[in-house]
Nanobody, 116 residues
Framework: VQLQASGGGLVQAGGSLRLSCAASGSTFSRYAMGWYRQAPGNPREWVASITSGGATNHADSVKGRFTISRDNAKNTVYLQMNNLKPEDTAVYSC???????????WGQGTQVTVSS
């Protein structure tokens, strides 16, 4: 399984970006997916997750600004980020959660930089 994250970049505060994470394999729809981020000098933190059924959860720090979604036909999970703030600057990675005997997988990350 490979997870390919994309969509990061440099944006001004108040701007928007949409991250994508494309997964290989034919059973994408079975797995919960998540987005995490890590800023320099900080531990990795959970941002948002979505279940196989489409239920979502978002960290309080991004609630109302970020939205996770998925398109099972495209094996892709998205993170729409609006009203970005400098403190959102981090490397964003996607995660396929473990399920039963199937292990978890992580994507390589995409850099998001928000200038003030």
């Amino acid at each position: 399984v490979q997870l390919q994250a994309s969509g990061g970049g440099l944006v001004q505060a108040g701007g928007s970006l949409r991250l994508s994470c494309a997964a290989s394999g034919s059973t994408f729809s079975r797995y919960a997916m998540g987005w995490y981020r890590q800023a320099p000098g900080n531990p990795r933190e959970w941002v948002a997750s979505i279940t196989s059924g489409g239920a979502t959860n978002h960290a309080d720090s991004v609630k109302g600004r970020f939205t996770i979604s998925r398109d099972n036909a495209k094996n892709t999970v998205y993170l729409q980020m609006n009203n970005l703030k400098p403190e959102d600057t981090a490397v964003y990675s996607c995660r396929r959660f473990a399920l039963g005997k199937d292990r978890e997988y992580w994507g390589q990350g995409t850099q998001v930089t928000v200038s003030s």
